[in-house]
Every structure is written in structure tokens, then in C-alpha cells.
Nanobody, 124 residues
Framework: QVQLVESGGGLVQAGGSLRLSCAAS????????MGWFRQAPGKEREFVAA????????YYADSVKGRFTMSRDNAKNTVYLQMNSLKPEDTAIYYC?????????????????WGQGAQVTVSS
């Protein structure tokens, strides 16, 4: 059984920063790719960022590239999403997830376990 717990969400003004954390337990965390997705009210879930097990390769949605940075600390079984220059359109619930096969990292359907989500609200 895998458990993922996100933290670090909150309310921030446009232009501000937040850092999300996702703590994992129940599997050998360091072996797997991880991803961040988000879902805004009335919209479909969308890919935000992903990172391979080594932490040396990352992928980003065009909408967050240059503003968000994903990283991982395998010793702490934790992944992070540093979000800078936040915009009102970044408002959503953010979810972290594990991709056991490290395939199609931009597709949410390829992920096997999900956290409960963290609310991020950016005011204008």
C-alpha cells in the first residue's frame, strides 16, 4: 500500500511563491517516477510536472515552464514543487502521484497512486 500526503498549499497573491511537498510511504520511493497534476474548478485534471527516479530529468507543462521547479529528496521520500511568479490561473487542487512504470509521464492515467490533494489559491 502506498500513501502520498501533500502539504504546503494555501492562499497567495499573484506574483508570489509557494512550495508544495509530497511525502511518500509504503514502497521503495526512490525507484519510481513522480508527477504533479492539478485540477481547477470545472476543468479537467492537467499535467504540471514530472521527475524521474534519479531526479536528474524533469518535465513541465508549457504553462508552468520557467516558473515551477520539481525536485525530489529520495532520502526523505519526498518530492517538491516550487512555484514562483504565481498567477490566478494557477489556482487549483494540486495532486502528486507515482508512476510505477515510468511511462508516458504526462498522462495521468499512467499513474498508479495519488495523494489527497492540496489547494492552491492565487488572488489577483
Amino acid at each position: 500500500q502506498v500513501q502520498l500526503v501533500e502539504s504546503g498549499g494555501g492562499l497567495v497573491q499573484a506574483g508570489g511563491s509557494l512550495r508544495l511537498s509530497c511525502a511518500a510511504s509504503g514502497r521503495t520511493f526512490s525507484s519510481y517516477a513522480m508527477g504533479w497534476f492539478r485540477q481547477a474548478p470545472g476543468k479537467e485534471r492537467e499535467f504540471v510536472a514530472a521527475i524521474r527516479w534519479s531526479g536528474t530529468t524533469t518535465y513541465y507543462a508549457d504553462s508552468v515552464k520557467g516558473r515551477f521547479t520539481m525536485s525530489r529528496d529520495n532520502a526523505k521520500n519526498t518530492v517538491y514543487l516550487q512555484m514562483n511568479s504565481l498567477k490566478p490561473e494557477d489556482t487549483a487542487i494540486y495532486y502528486c502521484a507515482i508512476n510505477l512504470k515510468a511511462t508516458y509521464l504526462r498522462l495521468g492515467t499512467e499513474y498508479n497512486y495519488w495523494g489527497q490533494g492540496a489547494q492552491v489559491t492565487v488572488s489577483s
